[in-house]
């Protein structure tokens, strides 16, 4: 059951499930107009969600990479601003907290 409002030249402009003073014309969710403005709605949402999902996977990357130059000298980690220092510190504690097991096995060839 959805409940929808039209604009002046009779496109639906918003849909909710209860119906209200703007909301009054029933359509059945099986209405194709109605589909395809839920289509329509829908997308930005979905692209946003994925966008979103690329960002924090983006991070990552950047995070590998910024430690990858550190490790080739290729600058120097008190060459970055003090700000970015501070947030890198900070990912990487994060990190290593959710993974305490990763440094299990040390850099030695001692077992014991």
Do not use: C, W
């Not at 119906?19 to 329509?40: A, R």
């Amino acid at each position: 059951m959805t409940y929808i409002k039209r604009n002046e030249n009779g496109e639906i402009i918003s849909a909710h499930k209860d119906q209200s003073d703007e909301h009054e014309e029933y359509l059945d969710d099986s209405n194709l107009e109605l589909k395809n403005f839920l289509m329509k709605a829908e997308k930005p949402q979905v692209l946003k969600g994925s966008l979103s999902s690329s960002d924090r996977e983006m991070v990552r990357v950047i995070d590998d990479l910024i430690n990858l130059l550190i490790e080739k000298q290729v600058f120097v980690f008190t060459e970055l601003p003090e700000a970015v220092q501070a947030k890198l510190n900070t990912r990487s504690t994060m990190r290593s907290e959710m993974n305490p097991l990763g440094d299990l096995v040390g850099d030695g060839d001692e077992i014991f």
